[in-house]
Each structure stands twice: as C-alpha cells, then as structure tokens.
C-alpha cells in the first residue's frame, strides 16, 4: 500500500490550509500598509488613549498577540474541528481587530 494513501499514518497532521489561513491577520496588515499608508498614523494618534498608549496601538497590539497565538495553536492541531475553532476563536477576531485599529483610534 502507497504510504501516502495510509488512513493510519498521522504524521502529516492536518495540512496547511488552515496555517495558511491562521496568517491572515498579518496578510491584512501588510495589504492596509502597503495599500493605505496613512494606516499607521491613524492606528498610532492619540487621543483616545489607555494609560498614555493610543488605543489604536493597544488594539493592533491585542489584536496581532491573539493572531500569534492563532497560528501556534493551529500548527498544533491535531483535527480539522480544532483548526477550524482557533480559526473562529483566534483568527477571525485578530483580523477584525486589525482592520478597526485606526478607525478606533479617529476621535468620534
């Protein structure tokens, strides 16, 4: 039997569809940059602030950790089902972080 077709073999986990999918955020962040350059003077004006810190920086800061913190735990995943709930928990909720960041940062 062809080893790549063995159901019992494990050892290639669950591919990189999801991998590539946790990155997203970061993706995202490059496009806004590259696209918008005025992105970083909007995410990084203050006020409104958090202790001094622009909340925008605040924001893109929780947002890319949660990110790295996506991708760490789908490369560690075992199944689909685990993937697919980082992805929901982690990545989806970083990527909407990175694109508010200056939108929360403008005074309303």
């Known amino acids: 039997m ?53 909340i925008g920086m605040v924001v893109l800061s929780i947002a890319l950790a949660w990110a790295a913190l996506g991708v760490y735990l789908v490369s560690e995943a075992t199944s689909y089902p685990t993937a697919v709930l980082v992805l929901l928990v982690c990545t989806a909720p970083s990527a909407f972080g990175v694109v508010t960041a200056p939108w929360l940062a403008t005074p309303q």
């Open 2 to 54: 062809d080893p790549h077709l063995d159901p019992e073999d494990d050892t290639h986990g669950i591919g990189n569809t999801p991998l590539l999918v946790s990155l997203l955020p970061f993706a995202i962040l490059v496009v806004l940059y590259v696209l918008w350059p005025a992105y970083g003077g909007a995410a990084f004006q203050s006020p409104p602030d958090i202790i001094g810190i622009p």
